[in-house]
């Protein structure tokens, strides 16, 4: 039966050939479009670490003075800043599987080849524990030690495109490389590794999508060199050539645990930190957010909201598409009343004729979801060319490629429900009748 | 014309004509939502900076030892001038659309109790005012030695000049001349107000904090330094600007020129709104399309009721009605339907503006864009519904003679 639907889908298609490429058009425009924004939405907002985000956890406390506080709506000001003290004594203490403190910096690279003109890279100042617990996968060599950390040893990992760029992609572990003046020598180079967003950058002042960072370097180190964190917020005058000890938040701090239900525990042990700070009088406030990856991304709000809103206007475009499909559908069926009713009068049931429609209606769900990949790739192309941190990411893959069709049959299906009931109801004997 | 028939004629049809007003309506929804969100990026790009924006470039150095600082200064600065073209060369901290260079909160006392906002500062060596372009509206511009040495990023005490706007938050009706704000342990006093002064970077939604600026009078030393204003004919302009990055290998190699962040401001300025122009843009892709299907939708059903009702048509010929009838009558039946559908569409218009308040934090839609989507769609339809009635108006008088 099936078979003989396509058949008598196609004849209709061919005799009503402007109507039908009508519906297909205006389908395929919303699905292009539902599509378009739906892959840049998918690309903006999923797992940068899958298979460790729900372990990974970052910590938020609040600094701020007593006043103007109140009690149940205060929250930490500066998402998972932190002042550069309380980092390090929550590093120190130990108490997750892993912990890594980092900042942003900018890193004034001196290239080795005389005549080469100096550049800033985006670099990352941190601790021994961030490449094992972020999965930073190496080309050749390896992270450093706790012990570099402490001896402010002058120790370098390049990103894998540093490395293209100033050793023609060759080992250099061992080498130097110059940086802000000072000599560091590469320990390690990095696999292409950038995760999209850049969640350890988030409110560090950095992008959220885009390429990885250049250099990553130790922080103690990076720091005595005059490196300056990018983002620096003080709530009170603050000596800028210290910055540890200041009244100052510039540093993120964030840990991985053996497994997610090691949170709560990890909760309390900050919020007694906390409420230690408190009673030594550095801190006035006891509300802590202790928050996985994904939580975090959430409450940083990390997806612009352009793409939230093109997303919703394509769907609702798609909407608009759906509710024309359903007129011109409706048009074509009824002027098939008579082909029902021979048919309903040769011993079709109701739900013969209504499933014949549905065949119809999904066939030209199937046409439009091909116009509509079409028109996704060309809508793609030109978010390529937007001027957006993400805009050289955005790629149909093979998920979205089979959502469009799933997507493309369910709106038509929808569209066609209406049609098919309206042509299964007709009565045969009107139709026969006249002539 | 009777529109008594025309209604009893849609009733038989309940449906088609539910599901064209039910289009209208989301077309008019969404038309008159993406309309004013457009209106509202495009005001927003249309911010007065207060400066000469074609006659001004900024350039930036990064990654100099700050104790070469002076020395860069008086080299930068000598070099600059030697470009044939450049009419003045000043130091200062950022332009309008520019980098984020000082922002501080200010307080209206020196307690620091009565907080104002956090305006941003511009900091610039003698000259500067004039060089920008700043109109004066009242007091005067800063003499020379207003402009004091500092030892962070502005001078302990300094006499300021401050934009029409700022003046108009902090002393609202008041004459703002010598009235004095403080940020911590820094005190500004107020000598001249101008009229326009746009923040570095403008963000939308702090909009009416768009002009609290201040221009703060120093002298160019290590807190002051690597950024520098350039002011040149703006035929000369580009060229100039050119020729200035070209300069710096030779002039000061051991410093990073921001490549990027070293332009005109008027190229700084298209670069600020290029997401707006790109949401802009995709808003007016989306009309038109919306715009298009829906008068699909409309010729296509329109067609199939012209071919379902062609014996009454011809009958109504027959018995006397002109094509000019003909005609009208589709017209108008378009026409009610259009209305019932944008009556609808107003209701979902504002219902979608409430949720793009709520979710999207956009500005309630204003009451007068209504009308605007309103008449778009009823010339739509009636333009959409003009090729199906003239083929309407077309059938002859013998169809009704004729049966099936």
Same mark, same amino acid.
């Given at each position: 039966?099936?078979?003989?639907?396509?058949?008598?889908?196609?004849?209709?298609?061919?005799?009503?050939?402007?109507?039908?490429?009508?519906?297909?058009?205006?389908?395929?425009?919303?699905?292009?479009?539902?599509?378009?924004?739906?892959?840049?939405?998918?690309?903006?907002?999923?797992?940068?670490?899958?298979?460790?985000?729900?372990?990974?956890?970052?910590?938020?406390?609040?600094?701020?003075?007593?006043?103007?506080?109140?009690?149940?709506?205060?929250?930490?000001?500066?998402?998972?800043?932190?002042?550069?003290?309380?980092?390090?004594?929550?590093?120190?203490?130990?108490?997750?599987?892993?912990?890594?403190?980092?900042?942003?910096?900018?890193?004034?690279?001196?290239?080795?080849?005389?005549?080469?003109?100096?550049?800033?890279?985006?670099?990352?100042?941190?601790?021994?524990?961030?490449?094992?617990?972020?999965?930073?996968?190496?080309?050749?060599?390896?992270?450093?030690?706790?012990?570099?950390?402490?001896?402010?040893?002058?120790?370098?990992?390049?990103?894998?495109?540093?490395?293209?760029?100033?050793?023609?992609?060759?080992?250099?572990?061992?080498?130097?490389?110059?940086?802000?003046?000072?000599?560091?020598?590469?320990?390690?180079?990095?696999?292409?590794?950038?995760?999209?967003?850049?969640?350890?950058?988030?409110?560090?002042?950095?992008?959220?999508?885009?390429?990885?960072?250049?250099?990553?370097?130790?922080?103690?180190?990076?720091?005595?060199?005059?490196?300056?964190?990018?983002?620096?917020?003080? @709530?009170?005058?603050?000596?800028?050539?210290?910055?540890?000890?200041?009244?100052?938040?510039?540093?993120?701090? @964030?840990?991985?645990?053996?497994?997610?239900?090691?949170?709560?525990?990890?909760?309390?042990?900050?919020?007694?930190?906390?409420?230690?700070?408190?009673?030594?009088?550095?801190?006035?406030?006891?509300?802590?957010?202790?928050?996985?990856?994904?939580?975090?991304?959430?409450?940083?709000?990390?997806?612009?909201?352009?793409?939230?809103?093109?997303?919703?206007?394509?769907?609702?475009?798609?909407?608009?598409?759906?509710?024309?499909?359903?007129?011109?559908?409706?048009?074509?069926?009824?002027?098939?009343?008579?082909?029902?009713?021979?048919?309903?009068?040769?011993?079709?049931?109701?739900?013969?004729?209504?499933?014949?429609?549905?065949?119809?209606?999904?066939?030209?769900?199937?046409?439009?979801?091909?116009?509509?990949?079409?028109?996704?790739?060309?809508?793609? @192309?030109?978010?390529?060319?937007?001027?957006?941190?993400?805009?050289?990411?955005?790629?149909?893959?093979?998920?979205?490629?089979?959502?469009?069709?799933?997507?493309?049959?369910?709106?038509?299906?929808?569209?066609?429900?209406?049609?098919? @009931?309206?042509?299964?109801?007709?009565?045969?004997?009107?139709?026969?009748?006249?002539? | 014309?009777?529109?008594?028939?025309?209604?009893?004629?849609?009733?038989?049809?309940?449906?088609?004509?539910?599901?064209?007003?039910?289009?209208?309506?989301?077309?008019?929804?969404?038309?008159?939502?993406?309309?004013?969100?457009?209106?509202?990026?495009?005001?927003?790009?249309?911010?007065?900076?207060?400066?000469?924006?074609?006659?001004?470039?900024?350039?930036? &150095?990064?990654?100099?030892?700050?104790?070469?600082?002076?020395?860069?200064?008086?080299?930068?600065?000598?070099?600059?001038?030697?470009?044939?073209?450049?009419?003045?060369?000043?130091?200062?901290?950022?332009?309008?659309?520019?980098?984020?260079?000082?922002?501080?909160?200010?307080?209206?006392?020196?307690?620091?109790?009565?907080?104002?906002?956090?305006?941003?500062?511009?900091?610039?060596?003698?000259?500067?005012?004039?060089?920008?372009?700043?109109?004066?509206?009242?007091?005067?511009?800063?003499?020379?030695?207003?402009?004091?040495?500092?030892?962070?990023?502005?001078?302990?005490?300094?006499?300021?000049?401050?934009?029409?706007?700022?003046?108009?938050?902090?002393?609202?009706?008041?004459?703002?001349?010598?009235?004095?704000?403080?940020?911590?342990?820094?005190?500004?006093?107020?000598?001249?107000?101008?009229?326009?002064?746009?923040?570095?970077?403008?963000?939308?939604?702090?909009?009416?904090?768009?002009?609290?600026?201040?221009?703060?009078?120093?002298?160019?030393?290590?807190?002051?330094?690597?950024?520098?204003?350039?002011?040149?004919?703006?035929?000369?302009?580009?060229?100039?600007?050119?020729?200035?990055?070209?300069?710096?290998?030779?002039?000061?190699?051991?410093?990073?020129?921001?490549?990027?962040?070293?332009?005109?401001?008027?190229?700084?300025?298209?670069?600020?709104?290029?997401?707006?122009?790109?949401?802009?843009? &995709?808003?007016?892709?989306?009309?038109?399309?919306?715009?298009?299907?829906?008068?699909?939708?409309?010729?296509?059903?329109?067609?199939?009721?012209?071919?379902?009702?062609?014996?009454?048509?011809?009958?109504?010929?027959? &018995?006397?009605?002109?094509?000019?009838?003909? &005609?009208?009558?589709?017209?108008?039946?378009?026409?009610?339907?259009?209305?019932?559908?944008?009556?609808?569409?107003?209701?979902?218009?504002?219902?979608?503006?409430?949720?793009?308040?709520?979710?999207?934090?956009?500005?309630?839609?204003?009451?007068?864009?209504?009308?605007?989507?309103?008449?778009?769609?009823?010339?739509?339809?009636?333009?959409?519904?003009?090729?199906?009635?003239?083929?309407?108006?077309?059938?002859?008088?013998?169809?009704?003679?004729?049966?099936?």
């Amino acid at each position: 039966m099936f078979g003989y639907y396509l058949d008598l889908a196609l004849r209709s298609f061919k005799r009503n050939r402007v109507l039908t490429a009508l519906m297909v058009l205006a389908l395929g425009l919303g699905i292009g479009a539902s599509i378009t924004t739906l892959t840049v939405l998918k690309l903006l907002s999923g797992d940068p670490l899958p298979q460790k985000s729900a372990r990974l956890f970052t910590a938020e406390i609040d600094p701020l003075p007593a006043q103007g506080y109140v009690p149940g709506q205060s929250k930490p000001p500066w998402g998972n800043l932190m002042p550069y003290t309380d980092a390090m004594n929550l590093l120190q203490a130990h108490r997750a599987e892993r912990q890594a403190v980092m900042a942003l910096t900018q890193a004034k690279v001196t290239p080795a080849s005389t005549g080469e003109h100096p550049f800033f890279s985006d670099a990352v100042m941190t601790t021994a524990d961030f490449f094992a617990m972020f999965d930073a996968p190496f080309e050749y060599g390896s992270g450093w030690s706790a012990q570099n950390d402490d001896e402010r040893a002058r120790v370098a990992v390049l990103a894998g495109f540093l490395n293209d760029k100033l050793f023609g992609g060759k080992n250099s572990v061992g080498q130097v490389i110059r940086i802000n003046d000072k000599d560091y020598r590469v320990i390690g180079v990095l696999k292409d590794w950038a995760p999209q967003p850049r969640f350890y950058a988030v409110g560090l002042g950095g992008r959220s999508y885009g390429n990885g960072d250049g250099v990553f370097l130790p922080l103690k180190s990076a720091r005595t060199d005059g490196m300056d964190p990018q983002n620096v917020s003080c @709530w009170q005058t603050a000596d800028i050539q210290h910055l540890e000890t200041s009244p100052c938040v510039f540093v993120s701090f @964030w840990t991985e645990l053996k497994s997610a239900s090691d949170a709560a525990a990890y909760r309390t042990f900050l919020s007694n930190y906390v409420q230690q700070q408190i009673s030594l009088g550095r801190f006035h406030r006891p509300e802590v957010v202790f928050a996985d990856l994904m939580k975090f991304l959430a409450l940083e709000q990390v997806v612009p909201d352009d793409a939230r809103l093109q997303t919703n206007l394509a769907f609702g475009f798609l909407l608009i598409c759906i509710v024309n499909t359903v007129g011109l559908l409706l048009a074509k069926c009824l002027r098939r009343s008579r082909e029902i009713g021979v048919r309903r009068a040769l011993g079709a049931t109701r739900a013969a004729v209504f499933a014949q429609f549905m065949v119809e209606s999904g066939m030209v769900g199937i046409a439009g979801g091909v116009l509509g990949l079409i028109f996704a790739e060309l809508g793609l @192309w030109a978010i390529r060319h937007q001027p957006a941190q993400y805009a050289s990411l955005a790629r149909l893959d093979v998920s979205m490629f089979v959502t469009t069709f799933v997507i493309a049959l369910v709106a038509s299906l929808i569209a066609g429900l209406l049609p098919a @009931w309206r042509a299964c109801v007709v009565a045969p004997a009107p139709q026969l009748k006249s002539v | 014309m009777q529109i008594q028939p025309i209604l009893s004629a849609l009733k038989k049809h309940r449906l088609a004509t539910a599901l064209i007003a039910l289009e209208i309506a989301l077309a008019c929804a969404v038309l008159c939502n993406a309309c004013y969100l457009i209106a509202g990026r495009l005001s927003a790009m249309r911010i007065n900076s207060g400066v000469d924006e074609t006659s001004l470039g900024f350039l930036a &150095l990064q990654g100099f030892d700050a104790s070469q600082a002076s020395d860069l200064n008086a080299r930068v600065v000598a070099g600059l001038r030697a470009i044939p073209g450049v009419e003045s060369v000043h130091v200062i901290n950022s332009v309008p659309f520019g980098p984020q260079a000082g922002a501080v909160g200010i307080t209206l006392d020196q307690a620091g109790k009565q907080f104002r906002g956090v305006p941003e500062l511009y900091v610039g060596d003698p000259g500067t005012p004039k060089a920008l372009g700043l109109q004066l509206v009242a007091g005067r511009m800063p003499t020379a030695d207003d402009y004091q040495p500092m030892t962070t990023f502005v001078p302990a005490s300094s006499r300021v000049l401050i934009a029409r706007a700022l003046a108009e938050h902090l002393w609202p009706g008041q004459d703002p001349l010598g009235k004095e704000f403080w940020s911590g342990p820094f005190h500004f006093r107020v000598i001249g107000v101008v009229a326009n002064l746009a923040i570095q970077q403008y963000d939308e939604e702090g909009e009416h904090g768009a002009q609290w600026t201040a221009f703060v009078p120093a002298q160019p030393g290590p807190q002051l330094a690597g950024t520098y204003l350039i002011r040149a004919n703006p035929q000369d302009l580009d060229r100039v600007m050119t020729e200035a990055k070209a300069a710096m290998a030779r002039i000061a190699p051991d410093a990073v020129v921001d490549q990027e962040g070293s332009q005109t401001i008027r190229e700084l300025r298209q670069r600020f709104f290029k997401t707006d122009r790109a949401m802009a843009g &995709l808003l007016v892709g989306v009309i038109v399309a919306l715009l298009g299907v829906t008068a699909f939708g409309i010729v296509g059903l329109a067609s199939f009721w012209v071919a379902q009702r062609r014996k009454q048509i011809g009958i109504r010929r027959a &018995l006397g009605a002109t094509r000019a009838d003909i &005609l009208r009558y589709f017209q108008t039946e378009n026409f009610l339907i259009v209305t019932f559908g944008i009556v609808l569409g107003i209701v979902l218009a504002i219902g979608i503006n409430l949720a793009l308040m709520k979710f999207f934090e956009v500005p309630r839609l204003p009451l007068w864009y209504l009308p605007i989507g309103v008449l778009a769609l009823w010339l739509l339809g009636q333009l959409a519904v003009l090729v199906p009635a003239l083929r309407a108006a077309a059938v002859p008088p013998v169809v009704a003679t004729r049966s099936a």
